[in-house]
């Protein structure tokens, strides 16, 4: 199994904000907007430096943070959390409420990931999959493209970075 083993510096947040953030994730209706999308394994994508990185790129999702705006193309995106395979009735999260450095433990297996990015543009930051307790991550190399998650392991965490 690839994992990539990643360390987080958890970001200053309040507990509102956090659940905030957790409670539009969980309301949401699932949707199956990622049913459309190519289906892969994550374990098949040899794991590479941020492909969602455009060439050159530098900026992060929360650039506005430090007076710049994000880079043209990056929103809307949203992660397709999936409790079932091949991106079919997932939860929506906007990634522009996402903190980044912070693993967010959700109450839920995924199955199958996505982020869905009309522009296709890809994102400044890399967005990661874990294992609860924040410990074993896997990226999630591309957008527009769903990624089934190894059914034997249990993956809730979601964290930006």
Known sequence: MRTTLALFTLAAISQTAYAAIKSAITSAPPTDIGKSLPVVSIHSVTPVANKTLSSGRSSRI?????GQA????TFPATLLMCTTSD???CFPADLSTFPTNMCLAESFSMQ???I?????EGLPDALFIGQPGCTAFQQIPAVNQCFNLDPTVQNTDVALN
Do not use: W
Not at 70 to 73: D, L, N, S, T
Not at 116 to 120: R, T, Y
């Open 112 to 114: 199958s990931v996505a």
């Open 87 to 89: 991106c079919i009735s």
């Open 116 to 120: 869905s990015q009309p522009s296709d």
């Open 62 to 66: 929360h650039a506005a943070l430090f």
């Open 70 to 73: 994000p880079p043209a193309g």
